[in-house]
């Protein structure tokens, strides 16, 4: 009798399990990777927004000698639109950032917010909820110097934690 032996085309258990493994470590590297870009890249936009509305601020201030005033309320972006900074639309900014992520069923959390009395300001972002503290992410890209120095227990949100990074003017600090 005369035995030949063949191999069959295909592939093993083995190899396969190995593919689909690699395949798999693969795919989860490449999404934490692209969470933390997308997390890097709104926190970039946000400062940029604040930036550019900080510097309408101050170009509105040299031009007109005080600060656009809300009467000293808290004037909420998600609120107010694109008008929680008074006088500043189209003259001094074209046009006012929004919060990128995080919640916006709430007009009055993810937000900016706003507060001037003419003479000294405050322009702060705030996070999700009155009981909320920024995600790590977000509270980790932010310099000290723009971490908001107030107190933590404050009537300006009724909040229990800080939760606001920013601008403001050396008056307005304590809001």
Known sequence: MNYTSFRRAGFTVIELVTVVTIIG????????GYRTYR?????????????????????????????P?????????????ESFIPGLIPDYIRTVGDVPFGNTASATANTYI??????????LRLSEGAS???????????????????????PRWGATVKR????????????
């Open 25 to 32: 470590i693969l795919t989860a590297v490449t999404v934490v």
């Open 132 to 154: 909320v503290s920024f995600q790590p992410f977000e509270i980790a890209a932010i310099e000290p110097e723009l971490q908001d120095p107030g107190p933590p227990s404050s």
């Open 39 to 67: 997390e890097d890249s709104n926190i970039a936009m946000m400062k940029r927004d604040m930036a550019d509305m900080n510097m309408a601020l101050e170009k509105y201030y040299a031009k007109n000698g005080a600060y």
């Open 69 to 81: 005033t809300t009467s000293g309320a808290w004037r909420y972006r998600r609120q107010s639109g």
């Open 114 to 123: 706003y507060r001037s009395n003419g003479f000294d300001y405050k322009l």
């Open 164 to 175: 606001g990074w920013g601008y403001w003017s050396p008056g307005g600090k304590d809001w």
